[in-house]
């Protein structure tokens, strides 16, 4: 089967599986050790997302609902009992399903595989394993919630996530060339810069939109747009804005940037770090050596990313982003 391929397929850092009754934790309380024992166990594996980015949906099927965006490297615990064969539930740390993601993207890790039996008296005093040695990430335990504490309680993680880090923000274009003084359509874009910095994207859009209706070729305001979709958390729309943006203007720093940027929040690290490096090379920017360096950082690069943190502490010492993130890269 395909469910078992994974797991033996995989290159294996470290895999920790875990079982537990598939009741209640208040009917099992209230179950004797030979009936407990006796109910299905239910495997989970702790797996990474190996691809940039990975929908989250809500069944096992690419036509469902999507529920989530999960970025390269980062760490899922999957109910692997209760998976198909093509799709891996993946659960909280209580067991609670959040979604399906397909398992053709995923990557095991591994020291050594547990099952473990719970086991709870009707006191409900203790349970115990059924394996009593350790792995690397701690005690095995019988539910995800101890084990995904056990991890947490080692070394510092091998990888840094997306979320770890704090990304800077896009950057707006001012004024709109091109245009005769007295046209109308230099007022709505006006307007739109003005939303967007008092942070009614719906508005900024709307204005944006109308004045490409009249100047079809304006790269300030498709790259305004992007930056409007972005602050929405659209980042798909975001860089088809960016694209049409850059194609129309390949020489503006801004529109390099914002494109990196919607790039980098979509998981496309290798496209954002040429595209920011196309940005720095123009104008360099304490913003896109940032938000490079995170692109870096997400592909394990940290000596890059270091360097880049640093570049932009040279251009602007009281960058906070670039000094948060700094820190946070030099544990590795």
Same mark, same amino acid.
């Given at each position: 089967m395909k469910k078992i391929g994974f797991v033996a397929g995989l290159i294996f850092l470290a895999v920790v599986s875990f079982s537990f009754s598939g009741c %209640?934790?208040? /009917?099992?309380?209230?179950?004797?050790?030979?009936?407990?024992?006796?109910?299905?166990?239910?495997?989970?594996?702790?797996?990474?997302? !190996? +691809?940039?980015?990975?929908?989250?949906?809500e069944e096992p099927s690419a036509s469902s609902k999507k529920v989530g965006l999960l970025y390269q490297n980062t760490k899922i615990i999957v109910n692997l009992t209760e998976s198909t064969d093509d799709w891996a539930l993946v659960v909280d740390d209580t067991g609670k399903k959040l979604g399906y993601v397909s398992m053709s993207y995923l990557s095991a890790s591994t020291v050594d595989k547990k099952t473990v039996a719970a086991k709870s008296s009707a006191s409900g005093s203790s349970k115990k394993s059924s394996s009593e040695s350790k792995s690397s990430a701690g005690e095995s335990s019988a539910s995800p919630a101890a084990? !995904?504490?056990?991890?947490?309680?080692?070394?510092? +993680?091998?990888?840094?996530?997306?979320?770890?880090?704090? %990304?800077?923000?896009?950057?707006?274009?001012?004024t709109l060339s091109g245009v005769s003084k007295g046209n109308s359509i230099l007022d709505d874009f006006d307007i739109g810069v003005a939303y967007l910095e008092n942070e009614k994207y719906d508005k900024a859009i709307k204005k944006f939109?109308?004045?490409?209706?009249?100047?079809?070729?304006?790269f300030e305001a498709y790259s305004n747009l992007a930056a409007s979709y972005y602050l929405q958390g659209q980042y798909s729309d975001a860089l088809t804005c960016a694209k049409k943006a850059a194609?129309? /203007?390949? %020489?503006?720093?801004?529109?390099?940037?914002?494109?990196?940027?919607?790039?980098?929040?979509?998981?496309?690290?290798?496209?954002?770090?040429?595209t920011l490096s196309d940005s720095i090379g123009m104008s360099s920017s304490a913003a896109a050596y940032t938000l490079r360096a995170n692109a870096y950082a997400?592909?394990? /690069?940290?000596?890059?990313?270091?360097?880049?943190?640093?570049?932009?502490?040279?251009?602007?010492? %009281?960058?906070?982003?670039?000094?948060?993130?700094?820190?946070?890269?030099?544990?590795?």
């Open positions: %209640s934790v208040i /009917r099992a309380l209230l179950e004797d050790d030979e009936e407990a024992s006796s109910k299905p166990e239910i495997e989970y594996v702790y797996a990474y997302v !190996a +691809s940039d980015a990975l929908n989250m949906r084990a !995904a504490a056990a991890v947490a309680s080692t070394s510092v +993680s091998k990888v840094i996530k997306a979320s770890d880090l704090s %990304s800077p923000k896009p950057i707006f274009i001012s939109k109308l004045v490409l209706e009249t100047v079809p070729d304006s194609a129309l /203007r390949s %020489s503006s720093y801004i529109v390099s940037y914002n494109k990196g940027l919607a790039e980098y929040s979509l998981g496309n690290y290798s496209d954002a770090i040429a997400m592909q394990k /690069r940290y000596d890059q990313a270091k360097g880049d943190y640093n570049s932009a502490l040279k251009i602007d010492s %009281s960058y906070e982003v670039a000094k948060s993130n700094l820190t946070l890269v030099e544990k590795y």
